[in-house]
T-cell receptor, first 112, second 114 residues
């Protein structure tokens, strides 16, 4: 199972772009990279997922270099409501039920 | 709407009592998971199940038990053997064939031992 490492916390101001990097040096060929957002007393919710290169959706972008040993979640123009914990998860495709281990996540604090 | 329902949302228990947390999903997902979260901590895996009548221990299974008699249901029992059960418990599910890493979470159950 690929272990992930993220910064414990990050601070930002409203309107700035925030980049959170996750290291996963022993990622396997079948692994996808998924990012989740969690607010206090709620379950995490899916933000974005990718396998390689760049993925973009309406809320974020995910950059994955060619060696796939790291990934960067990019949140454009953050607002106060983006204050949350962000988790990077690396999981094997086509192996449902495989133990999926979350790290401690990155606590993002956005100030006005 | 499809989703995962956890109940109860809040639960209080006396020491020495077993409690069961319910998790039901109508997403037709094969795999289901239970996580525990303590204040300021990440999610730790308790148990997971790939199919009906099968489940595996996660990192912190001691003091917990589960069953998977139906595809839709994956209840978690916190037994009196769990030494520090006060925590936030999260249930999740994922697709079977073709799974690519997306977990769907319930809203959680907060257990407090008095």
């Amino acid at each position: 199972l690929a272990k992930t490492t993220q910064p414990i916390s990050m601070d930002s101001y409203e309107g700035q772009e925030v980049n959170i990097t996750c290291s996963h040096n022993n990622i396997a060929t079948n692994d996808y990279i998924t990012w989740y957002q969690q607010f206090p007393s709620q379950g995490p919710r899916f933000i974005i997922q990718g396998y390689k290169t760049k993925v973009t959706n309406e809320v974020a972008s995910l950059f994955i270099p060619a060696d796939r040993k790291s990934s960067t979640l990019s949140l454009p123009r953050v607002s106060l409501s983006d204050t949350a914990v962000y988790y990077c998860l690396v999981g094997a495709a086509n192996q449902a039920g495989t133990a999926l281990i979350f790290g401690k996540g990155t606590t993002l604090s956005v100030s006005s | 709407d499809g989703g995962i329902t956890q109940s109860p949302k809040y639960l209080f228990r006396k020491e020495g009592q077993n409690v069961t947390l319910s998790c039901e999903q109508n997403l037709n997902h094969d795999a289901m998971y239970w996580y525990r979260q303590d204040p300021g901590q990440g999610l730790r895996l308790i148990y997971y199940s790939q199919i009906v009548n099968d489940f595996q221990k996660g990192d912190i299974a001691e003091g917990y038990s589960v069953s998977r008699e139906k595809k839709e249901s994956f209840p978690l029992t916190v037994t009196s053997a769990q030494k520090n059960p006060t925590a936030f418990y999260l249930c999740a599910s994922s697709r079977g064939q073709g799974y690519t890493g997306e977990l769907f979470f319930g809203e959680g159950s907060r257990l407090t031992v008095l």
